[in-house]
């Protein structure tokens, strides 16, 4: 496991560099996030450990970052005030694009996969918007009416992109749809919708409706999407049966889920990032045959779709926020950050027992 030490600053967010094997972004606030500066950091990973190679300091907070698609220098962040901006790790100090279109405070942003040309955000002010970094205004806004905490491209295609809010709700949106009154929106699912049952089973019981504070595509299966919020549990879905619920269903974080992410590698697997101070590795149970150990069981989580927990990394000692994966080397290396001050990475494997 290697460290990096953000002194005096908070990671919000980690990303690993989608060219450079070597290389990984942190963002990070002052004072928790809550009031003062915000700091980007570009760190490189080497055989003696993680190294500072620069930082971009900003006069808000840091909520989110995503790499640029088309150049290898360029890195979009969110910021408390509302504003996002674009900087190229080859200049010094300034950002070389900025936008002021929010009204709130930005928590997400995240890059199109497929076309590259476009990247999204989300904000507290109840609004997705999607941007071209060679514009200066945005291309399309899509309300959500909520505190939205989290908004993503699908990976699968280029104008397909989802959300999640305070309200409970994952919102899918196409932007090939005419956007008439309902702005693009094709789906909107209630996260806490009762998960369908097997034969034989009492149907259980409807959760109440929670904040959603992440999600994200599953990068093998395009109609795959997961999500977890507040109530810390992670429920996976399936688009093409909206009205069914979730397709499984993870309990056992102690406190709410800030962060998952499917793998690259593996179709079944994903990390999430808790208030618990813990990482977890989960499998959905697609891969394992799960589904038919729980039918003469209660009703658990396996019943409920199948999955469970493979292991756990609980090195952080504050807060997780930011999780990622790298695309890159020896499958199953990954990186978090906290408000512990604090960069790991590490290996998904070793905490699996593999």
């Known amino acids: 496991m290697l460290e990096y030490r953000t002194q005096g600053f908070n990671g919000y967010a980690v990303k690993y560099s989608p060219f450079l094997d070597s290389r990984i972004?942190?963002?990070?606030s002052a004072n928790f996030g809550l009031v003062g500066n915000g700091r980007l950091y570009i760190l490189g990973l080497t055989p003696e450990g993680i190294v500072f190679e620069k930082w971009f300091d900003t006069q808000d907070s840091l909520y989110d970052l995503s790499w640029s698609e088309v150049h290898e220098n360029q890195v979009v962040v969110a910021a408390g005030d509302g504003s996002i901006k674009?900087?190229?790790?080859?200049?010094d100090e300034f950002p070389v694009q900025s936008w002021q279109e929010h009204k709130r405070e930005v928590f997400a942003v995240h890059w199109n996969f497929v076309?590259?040309?476009?990247?999204?955000?989300?904000s507290w002010d109840g609004a997705v918007k999607v941007w071209s970094p060679h514009r200066t205004d945005s291309l399309v806004t899509l309300p959500t009416h909520s505190c939205t905490y989290s908004a993503s491209f699908s990976p699968h295609s280029p104008t397909i992109l989802s959300s999640v809010s305070s309200d409970s709700n994952l919102r899918i949106f196409d932007l090939r749809t005419p956007a008439s009154a309902s702005n693009h929106l094709t789906l909107s699912i209630p996260l806490h919708s009762s998960p369908s049952t097997q034969p034989g089973l009492a149907p259980p019981r409807r959760s109440p409706p929670f904040e959603a504070l992440t999600h994200d595509?599953?990068?093998?299966?395009?109609?795959?999407?997961?999500?977890?919020?507040?109530?810390?549990i992670i429920r996976t879905f399936d688009i093409r049966s909206p009205n069914h619920g979730p397709v499984a269903f993870l309990p056992g974080h102690d406190y709410a889920v800030r962060r998952i992410a499917w793998s690259p590698h593996l179709s079944?697997?994903?990390?999430?990032?808790?208030?618990?101070?813990?990482?977890?590795?989960?499998?959905?149970?697609?891969?394992?045959?799960?589904?038919?150990?729980g039918a003469g069981q209660m009703l658990d989580q396996l019943a409920l779709g199948g999955g469970k927990e493979l292991g756990r990394m609980a090195r952080h000692t504050e807060f997780v926020i930011g999780l990622d994966w790298c695309l890159f080397g020896s499958e199953g290396?990954?990186?978090?950050?906290?408000?512990?001050?604090?960069?790991?990475?590490?290996?998904?494997?070793?905490i699996m027992g593999l």
């Open 25 to 28: 972004a942190v963002a990070s």
């Open 333 to 350: 290396w990954c990186a978090s950050c906290g408000w512990d001050e604090r960069l790991l990475v590490w290996d998904v494997k070793a």
């Open 217 to 232: 595509w599953n990068k093998y299966r395009e109609t795959v999407v997961a999500a977890a919020g507040v109530d810390s």
């Open 268 to 293: 079944d697997v994903l990390l999430s990032a808790s208030y618990d101070m813990t990482c977890r590795a989960w499998t959905d149970g697609s891969a394992m045959g799960l589904r038919n150990e």
């Open 86 to 91: 674009l900087f190229d790790i080859a200049l």
């Open 115 to 122: 076309a590259k040309d476009t990247f999204c955000s989300s």
